[in-house]
């Protein structure tokens, strides 16, 4: 069993996704899909509901910090109670693409993280030219959770997997030719700390550069770490497999 800790496989974003979670179904890989909004949660506990090997995640992005009101913030309190749901994500910071909001977008990560709190769910946190806020904020609450994609330095993460206890969530870009600095990271933290995740439809591996991304691409990823790592892939595979299910009690 394989466990993809982090992906957005729903029709809004790619129109095959009832086929790419069968055919998953098949390769026994497990998938955590992640919303972002209103209307992808609802994607996210339908497509939960339906296949057995999908797990729901359940939140609000950055992008919606200008939008949420204090009704959306009820509706997911209650959709939280799902026996599917599993964490509370995809949450987080994102001042590359915008920094104008900050203010909103911390309100929002912290509004989440209460919820997760009160719900004592993980969380699966993106943090994109924030590191250090969204770590300083993080500490201040009692949860764990994934750091997904972590493409920062290897202090960081140490301090966020040694003393938060977070997970780091490995995609496609470990296996991109020109990504150095992130290998260098992934032999500085402890693989008791790894999840594996492709974050499809985004950040295709190497391999598949230029095409959608899918959870069957989480192979590549999996026999880059063991490559790097130099370690077997079947060992590769249980020890993430087993991290996941501890965090996310799957
Ligand atoms: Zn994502």
Do not use: W
Not at 198 to 222: A, Q
Not at 231 to 245: G, L, Q
């Amino acid at each position: 069993m394989i466990i993809d800790t982090h992906c957005h496989i729903y029709n809004s974003e790619m129109e095959n996704a009832d086929e790419i979670i069968k055919e998953a179904a098949k390769k026994d890989i497990h998938i955590i899909l992640n919303g972002t909004d209103p209307s992808s949660n609802e994607e996210v506990l339908e497509l939960s509901g339906k296949y057995e090997n999908v797990y729901a995640a359940l939140g609000y992005f950055y992008s919606f910090a200008d939008e949420v009101t204090d009704e959306d913030i009820s509706l997911l309190d209650n959709q939280l109670n799902n026996n599917k749901v599993i964490a509370v994500g995809e949450i987080g910071l994102d001042y590359y693409h915008t920094k104008d909001n900050a203010d909103k977008q911390k309100e929002l990560f912290k509004k989440m993280l209460t919820l997760a709190q009160k719900h004592s769910l993980p969380v699966i946190v993106h943090s994109r030219k924030s590191i250090q806020d969204t770590y300083d904020i993080l500490k201040e609450y009692d949860v764990v959770g994934s750091l997904h994609c972590y493409q920062g330095s290897a202090e960081m993460a140490k301090e966020f997997t040694i003393k938060l206890g977070f997970y780091m969530g490995i995609g496609g870009p470990i296996t991109h030719n020109n990504n150095k600095k992130i290998r260098k990271m992934l032999k500085r933290i402890d693989i008791n700390h790894m999840l594996v995740e492709t974050d499809s439809p985004y950040l295709s591996p190497e391999e598949k550069r230029g095409e959608k991304n899918t959870s069957l691409n989480i192979k590549y990823i999996i026999r880059k770490i063991a490559e790097e790592l130099d370690m077997e892939e079947i060992d590769v595979i249980k020890i993430t497999t087993d991290n996941a299910k501890r965090l996310f009690k799957i």
